[in-house]
T-cell receptor
Framework: DTEVTQTPKHLVMGMTNKKSLKCEQHMGHRAMYWYKQKAKKPPELMFVYSYEKLSINESVPSRFSPECPNSSLLNLHLHALQPEDSALYLCASSQVSLGGNQPQHFGDGTRLSIL | AQTVTQSQPEMSVQEAETVTLSCTYDTSENNYYLFWYKQPPSRQMILVIR??????QNATENRFSVNFQKAAKSFSLKISDSQLGDTAMYFC?????????????FGTGTRLQVTL
């Protein structure tokens, strides 16, 4: 069983819809991450939150809007997505430490399809 | 920017045999961390093993071990006594620390098939 829970597992939406992806962890981790993974490709980092503050934005288009309302929860708000945004979206969390050597723990992902 | 290269897109091994997956990376850092993750068809990325660059001793986790060659920037994964459940995509990853957060850069992956 994964300790990082992502909902929904599957999402189909039109290009004009607004939806949100949710990620939750109760391991006391203070760093949370969003990755995008296209088929047969490695995950690519999108955003990093550290202590509920956005630390890294890998030049992600503004149609993706992350939110970290508390230390256990991470959301990804979606609006006006394009067909090329169809992918598996993975959430991960880790402890924060000097030197950043803590491994990241991943959820099962949300498979997103844009019509 | 760090780069991670996995030169074997696909590999196959028979059950109970040993297989080695290769990984090379490029960095100018002296202290860093390397990981192997597996991703079965169930999609979840599962941590297999990690290595701290300042440690000369190779990491071992049960049937999984690494051969870490810092000078050669090589980080291979050896799976002993392969099991059907080892069938998965294996990603080598380099961890970068920016001072406020850590970043993982993944290789392109090796698809491992364990056969009877």
């Amino acid at each position: 069983d994964t300790e990082v829970t992502q909902t929904p597992k599957h999402l189909v939406m039109g290009m004009t819809n607004k939806k949100s992806l949710k990620c939750e962890q109760h391991m006391g981790h203070r760093a949370m991450y969003w990755y995008k993974q296209k088929a047969k490709k490695p995950p690519e980092l999108m955003f990093v939150y550290s202590y509920e503050k956005l630390s890294i934005n890998e030049s992600v288009p503004s149609r993706f809007s992350p939110e970290c309302p508390n230390s256990s929860l991470l959301n990804l708000h979606l609006h006006a997505l394009q067909p090329e945004d169809s992918a598996l979206y993975l959430c991960a969390s880790s402890q924060v430490s000097l030197g950043g050597n803590q491994p990241q723990h991943f959820g099962d992902g949300t498979r997103l399809s844009i019509l | 920017a760090q780069t991670v290269t996995q030169s074997q897109p696909e590999m196959s091994v028979q059950e109970a045999e040993t297989v080695t997956l290769s990984c090379t990376y490029d960095t100018s850092e002296n202290n860093y961390y390397l990981f192997w993750y597996k991703q079965p068809p169930s999609r979840q990325m599962i941590l297999v093993i990690r290595q701290e660059a300042y440690k000369q001793q190779n990491a071992t986790e049960n049937r999984f071990s690494v051969n870490f060659q810092k000078a050669a920037k090589s980080f291979s994964l050896k799976i002993s006594d392969s099991q059907l459940g080892d069938t998965a995509m294996y990603f080598c990853a380099f961890m970068d620390y920016t001072g406020t957060a850590s970043k993982l850069t993944f290789g392109t992956g090796t698809r491992l098939q364990v056969t009877l």
